[in-house]
């Protein structure tokens, strides 16, 4: 479904569905993940982790662990101190009085969660170093933990004494403090909702793994890591580790996946780097699926209140959200970040004229968080969508319609959101409408009627979720204002062979997102080649030693948009060459289908090929013109992007033992205008499951001492394929006129919106049973006493 015309004019292949070319190397173990490399002499790395939330350490005896057979050293905290010119890094401090404590790779006499680092046993196998961290042995003061964000806040236990305060900072968005207030107290309907959005554990195929090979000569040094961010991790190791930045190379191989939990530096990376220079072999660790659980980070973790003051017929006047943010027990890289990326959404794409937003972030005992697959925008859509649908009760019209009434005018586009930013552009009746089309809205709501007027005990229920993500990160200029420690742009660079076989080299490092296949058709849509002729180099700084790398569906719209602009000035000067060629002037070729041709000339023509070939044998070249078909591109962007979409879930709960099944899903996202509409769809599925995940099962439990009770897959509810519903997908296009592609992203969009879908339809499937609301995960147990709590039992 088209809704807006395209504008970029393409040759075919751009917008046309096609295969992954990266794919049958994934699926059949040609490509290489971490544990495949062959790094003959290697040592391994074990972490003994602390087992208690909070403690100081009195003593470790590692005396048993150094006579276990082939084990080389151990190392404490104090061994290691003195080898690291900097903690971890956090490079975004939100505000210049942000409190953040030493985060060091190794604890260094306190453990401030379940899975800090105490101590490191080097050994010559994985199984060996395992057994030598059997014979550590730790004496530990166990202090009280913070677990709650309730208890941080209070301060009755502060978890870093030298901060003096768990809270890490306080952030106000409020443009119009005394208009938001006179919204209130002005206004027909006051809606105040609070909802929490609980931890949730990532969970990629592949658990994180670390390498680092020394050179033996010349101070040389490979790290290898399963990260999303190489070139991000090159600057940050080479500061924490004292490794001279160019002395450095990071290498991420094939990467089994990261929503976001590989956006990081990790302790592993800097301690396989400084272990490697010690003892001049190769260092390597691999996590371990129950490791991963407490070592790397977690999502979400947030308490949100929001309020909306409406009129009487239910138009917004004014969202106000105030949050409380769990940290964990450190700011890992970009933690501190992660609320502010929600901030400018709380009011999701409704035309709101005033709005308020202010976040506490606190200390707990607990796994560090950072940014999980949408960062900060799920946070934000489920506040709003959910008090949308309460607003529409309150006023007495459907969901649908309260939607319909507040969505921003189509005419009001570039928009000037009331949190500052500019909307590019949208279209949001078309998609809401569509997606009501294919889940067949009337009749559903007819059923569900028909159910209830005969007693059911099975209970339908219909749950829209309306969003506005803000993706392509991003200006760098707006970074800054952000106080984010790195800009926005990102590199390409394109070069056409002497045999006409195109090589692109890009900065934005995939981990599933099908980078080599959407690469690939920019660039042979444009020069007229077939994408099998193009090859995409990432993933290794010492190729691409220019890049930001891949989050926040930024690759696309930023990444993408520099590989098209560097195959323009390849092209421009390709054009130079076949007009000498021609005798013709540049300004009358045209490129189609791989030949250059003179317009209004038949027969007057050269393939680019030839024109490769010249550029080559440089034997007949404009003076002054160097010898290559080379182009490289820095694209900072002028804006974010702003996809959009509607999803509607449909449910159906038993009544006597809670189970929630999803029926039917709809889904109509906007992403611009798409370049593989299969890589769009497959973004897509797997997103809207990672977000019904979040609203059924998965949840990251904690007891009262902040021991984690879902370590494994067998306790933590991942869906898997078993889980899934065939789905319903659709879409409009909008293009973006932020870049030249006219596209969006679309990677978190699925996360983002079918969380609140789906919660809003397990609450509209039991409303008329007395329930108002349902905690996340909506799982059998917590549904079940959630009506009897509701009938007047006990919950």
């Known amino acids: 479904m088209t809704v807006t015309d395209d504008t970029v004019t393409t040759s075919g292949i751009i917008g046309q569905p096609r295969l992954r070319k990266e794919d049958p190397a994934l699926l059949t173990g040609e490509a290489k993940f971490m544990d495949d490399l062959a790094l003959p002499g290697a040592l391994w790395v074990h972490c003994v982790r602390s087992p208690h939330a909070h403690a100081t350490i009195v003593s470790i005896d590692t005396s048993a662990a150094l006579a276990t057979e082939g084990v080389e050293a151990v190392y404490t905290g104090a061994d290691l101190a003195d080898l690291w010119e900097a903690p971890l890094p956090c490079a975004w401090p939100v505000t210049d009085d942000m409190k953040s404590p030493d985060y ?37 003061e166990v202090l009280p933990a913070v677990i709650s964000i309730e208890d941080a806040v209070t301060d009755e236990v502060v978890i870093h004494e030298g901060l003096g305060s768990n809270v890490s900072y306080e952030w106000p968005l409020i443009p119009d403090p005394e208009g938001v207030e006179a919204a209130f107290a002005n206004a027909t309907h006051h809606i105040t909702e609070t909802y929490v959005h609980q931890r949730l554990i990532p969970a990629p195929m592949e658990p994180r793994g670390v390498a680092a090979v020394p050179s033996p000569h010349n101070g040389d040094m ?118 502010l990326l929600g901030a400018f959404l709380f009011h999701g794409l409704y035309d709101v004229p005033l709005y308020s937003f202010t976040c506490k972030s606190v200390f707990t005992n607990l796994t560090p968080t950072d940014a999980y697959r949408g960062a900060g925008r799920p946070e934000a859509t489920y506040a709003i969508e959910r008090a949308m649908d309460v607003l529409a009760l309150e006023v007495g019209v459907g969901p649908d319609e309260i939607r319909s009434l507040n969505f921003i005018p189509t005419e009001k586009f570039p928009y000037d959101s009331p949190a500052g930013l500019v909307f590019d552009s949208g279209d949001y009746q078309p998609a809401l409408d569509r997606a009501k089309e294919l889940i067949n809205w009337e009749d559903r709501r007819a059923e569900q009627a028909e159910r209830r007027a005969t007693g059911s005990k099975t209970h339908l229920g219909l749950g829209i979720s309306t969003y506005v993500e803000m993706c392509g990160l991003a200006p760098s200029r707006v970074l800054a204002s952000l106080n984010y420690g790195a800009g926005g742009w990102e590199s390409a660079t394109v070069r056409i062979l002497p045999t006409c076989k195109v090589q692109v080299v890009t900065g934005a490092t995939p981990h599933g997102q099908g980078h080599e296949t959407a690469w690939s058709m920019i660039v042979a849509d444009r020069l007229g080649v077939d994408p099998d002729d193009v090859e995409v180099l990432h993933s290794d700084t010492a190729i691409s030693p220019l890049g930001l790398d891949t989050y926040g569906s930024r690759s696309l719209s930023v990444g993408g948009t520099a590989i098209w602009m560097a195959t323009e000035k390849v092209v421009e000067k390709a054009s130079l060459i076949a007009a000498h060629m021609l005798e013709a002037n540049a300004d009358d070729l045209e490129l189609a289908n791989g030949v250059f041709s003179v317009k209004g000339t038949p027969g007057a023509e050269v393939p680019l090929a030839g024109v490769a070939f010249a550029a080559f044998t440089a034997h007949d070249l404009p003076d002054g013109l160097e010898p290559n078909l080379q182009a490289e591109v820095t694209w900072d962007p002028p804006n974010f992007t702003f996809p959009f979409g509607a999803h509607i879930a449909l449910v159906e709960i038993d009544e006597e033992t809670g189970e929630v099944e999803i029926i039917d899903y709809a889904a109509v996202d906007d992403c611009g205008n798409q370049i593989n509409p299969m890589i769009v769809e497959g973004q897509v599925h797997g997103g809207i499951v990672q977000g019904i995940g979040q609203a059924l099962w998965e949840e990251a439990v904690y007891d009262e001492d902040g021991q984690c009770r879902s370590t494994n897959l067998g306790d933590y509810l991942v869906p898997s394929a078993a889980e899934t519903i065939d789905m319903k997908l659709d879409h409009t296009v909008t293009p973006s006129p932020t870049n030249p592609l006219g596209v969006k992203g679309i990677g978190e969009a699925g996360t983002i919106a079918s969380t609140p879908a789906v919660m809003n339809a397990v609450v509209d499937a039991l409303r008329h049973l007395g329930v108002t609301e349902m905690a996340m995960p909506a799982s059998p147990m917590r549904v079940r006493r959630t009506i009897e709590a509701a009938q007047g039992g006990v919950s």
């Open 104 to 140: 060091w790779p190794v604890a260094q006499g306190k453990v401030c969660h379940v899975g800090d680092i105490v101590a490191v046993v080097v050994a010559s196998s994985r199984y060996t170093s395992a057994d030598g961290a059997e014979g550590v042995v730790v004496d530990y």
């Open 222 to 339: 490979i790290l290898y890591s399963s990260t999303q961010i190489p070139h991000i991790l090159k600057v940050m190791a080479a500061l924490t580790a004292g490794i001279p930045e160019h002395k450095l190379r990071v290498i991420a191989p094939a990467v089994g996946g990261g929503f976001g939990c590989k956006l990081g530096v990790y302790p592993e990376e800097i301690i396989c780097l400084t272990l490697a220079l010690r003892h001049g072999v190769p260092i390597r660790w691999t996590e371990g699926r129950t490791e991963a659980a407490t070592a790397t980070i977690q999502g979400r973790a947030q308490r949100q209140t929001i309020e909306l003051a409406a009129d009487e017929n239910g138009k917004l006047l004014a969202v106000r959200a105030t949050l409380l943010a769990d940290m964990g027990a450190y700011l890992q890289l970009i933690t501190p970040g992660v609320p």
